[in-house]
């Protein structure tokens, strides 16, 4: 794994010293120390680092975002005495997971509107745009949201102050995110960012693929696809345990 | 050492699943019960999504119940006849669990109906337990007991349908044993547990079974119900992690087999009044968790897609 990174890391800087001066002004190139995440029986998340390429006095901001979900986030109240959910709000087209990491404070790389309009920032991802119905919830739009965001930064799926940026030397950058292991599984966009002036001169973007392998992608699949079979082989397995755990114990 | 589990989409520590399962097993087989009514709490505060700990959970009884049921067989512990009528209300019971499980689930108060069901639950039986079995005890150490009849006769005695089982040496109503097996088959389902913490306390004092009879014919039917449960969780909601219930179980099922020797060297009351503090104890937890302010008002269920 950290050979690989290693390699690819050459590469870029490789790439880096062949451009040469002549390059100045052009390209943002980026890579990631890995193209596909294997979730194995073994998995206990993993760190990807995401390098590149820009220009000399290139503001860099680059964002992970996950496959999209519905979160259904409910308030509780208290009803004569016990705590109970009461109001709810349903966000939509959310990602899964999101994180963020720039060269300086997002709002002194570019303007806010800037920000809206590139989607930068959590709090430009989620709007009231992800609400199922707009109605009267916009009101406590703010703090379920903000709920939300809790919620998915304790398990450590969102990230809403940007991660710092290496600038190894003038132009080379590397930042390195962590995949904890209770990610979904799919496709993850990788999206640098370059700015100049406050204004958006470059973006580039990869994808990284999320996926289960090994036995517990075939159970995983196994019990989606094959449900009733799954459910008697359950069964069976839990039958034949339990008799041999006897047998076993009445020779002791 | 870390294992990642397919269904809870997770990972755990081995030795942690294994140690639980062998702690509750051991309880387990010490008391005489399935266990699910510790283990469920437990899976969903180590952080596996509650619906996954309760399709998971049931898996797992299916097999402590096989194996505890084998050893009470041997040992002709088992009304089949009682069984069987438990079996046919637990089958009708737990189907509907299921069903509401799910519709409580999209509502966003599984959470609070299964906390709820706890409290209440174990709360009446942990408390009549811990009466009956002090009292035993108090008995027993001020005079020799009395005999008295064999069980008291009521109302439940007038219904119609009445059946002869005879290893139980009773004649009542089959409804009443259908009626219990339909209730408990319902918890079974949404609370995760076997259900033998309820479904044997009604056999000794509501149909008046002896108390060997009523554990060993319980787990007989439980076997069963939880297997439906499992296999109606797989098919509809797909939560049973068989990688997580094999854990489980083997922890459980070494654990079981220790508490059992164990529980031979207790007197029956006392195990019973141990019981009944244990109950109490998960009772008090879930009281906890129901009127103190949670420390996030506000909690987030998310859906793929």
């Known amino acids: 794994m950290n050979r690989s990174i290693f390699t690819k890391f050459s590469i870029a800087l490789i790439i880096l010293f062949l451009l040469g001066p002549h390059a100045y002004g052009t390209a943002l190139i980026i890579d990631s120390s890995t193209s596909e995440v294997k979730v194995s029986s073994s998995f206990i998340g993993t760190d990807v680092m995401v390098f590149g390429t820009a220009n000399d006095k290139d503001d860099i901001i680059v964002v992970i975002t996950g496959p999209t979900e519905t979160a259904i986030v409910r308030k509780k109240r208290r009803v004569s005495g016990i705590w109970i959910n009461k109001e709810k709000l349903e966000f939509r087209g959310i990602p899964g997971f999101y994180a963020i990491a720039s060269t300086r404070p997002l709002n002194e790389i570019t303007e806010t509107n800037e920000l809206k309009k590139q989607k930068i920032g959590i709090q430009n991802v989620i709007t009231t745009a992800s609400l199922s119905s707009e109605d009267e919830n916009i009101k406590t739009f703010k703090s379920f949201k903000d709920a939300l965001v809790r919620g998915q930064k304790t398990k450590g799926l969102y990230l809403d102050t940007p991660l710092e940026i290496d600038v190894v030397s003038k132009r080379l950058f590397k930042t390195t995110f962590h995949f904890p292991n209770n990610m979904a599984t799919g496709i993850y966009t990788v999206k640098v960012f370059a700015f100049q002036k406050k204004r958006l001169v470059s973006m580039v973007s990869k994808n990284i693929s999320v996926e289960k392998i090994g036995i517990g992608a075939d159970v995983f699949k196994f019990a989606k696809e094959q449900s009733a079979l799954y459910g008697l082989l359950a069964i069976l397995i839990a039958v034949v345990s339990g008799w041999i755990a006897s047998v076993i114990f009445r020779k002791i | ?305």
């Open chain 2, 1 to 305: 050492m870390h294992i990642y589990l397919p269904i809870a989409e997770m990972s755990v520590n081995i030795f942690l699943i294994l140690g639980m399962g062998g702690a509750v097993g051991f309880l387990s087989g010490l008391f005489g019960v399935g266990g699910g009514f510790l283990m469920t709490p437990l899976l969903i505060f180590i952080g596996v999504p509650p619906p996954v700990a309760v399709g998971t959970e049931a898996n797992q009884i299916v097999a402590s119940s096989v194996s505890g049921v084998l050893a009470h067989w041997r040992r002709a512990n088992v009304d089949f006849k009682m069984g069987f009528v438990l079996l046919l209300g637990g089958f009708v019971g737990s189907s509907l669990g299921v069903i509401l499980f799910k519709y409580l689930q999209n509502l966003g108060q599984l959470d609070l109906v299964i906390k709820l069901s706890y409290v209440i639950f174990l709360g009446i039986i942990g408390f009549l337990m811990l009466w009956e079995s002090s009292r035993t005890i108090i008995r027993s150490r001020s005079a020799a007991a009395r005999r008295g009849k064999l069980h008291q006769h009521n109302w439940l005695h007038g219904l119609p349908f009445k059946i002869r089982f005879r290893k139980s040496k009773l004649y009542i109503s089959a409804i009443l044993p259908f009626l219990i097996g339909a209730i408990v088959g319902v918890l079974s389902a949404i609370m995760g547990v076997g259900g033998g913490f309820i479904m044997v306390p009604a056999m000794i004092y509501l149909l008046g079974m002896p108390t060997s009879l009523a554990i060993g014919t319980s787990l007989f039917q439980i076997i069963f119900v939880t297997a439906n449960v499992t296999f109606l969780q797989a098919l509809t909601v797909q939560t049973v992690d068989i990688l997580l219930a094999v854990l489980l179980l083997t922890g459980a099922v070494i654990g079981a087999q220790f508490g059992s020797k164990y529980s031979v060297r207790m007197k029956g009351e006392q195990l019973r009044a141990l019981l009944a503090l244990l109950v109490l104890g998960v009772c008090v937890k879930m009281i906890f968790d129901l009127t103190v302010m949670p420390a996030d008002l506000y909690s987030i269920a998310l859906l793929m897609g």
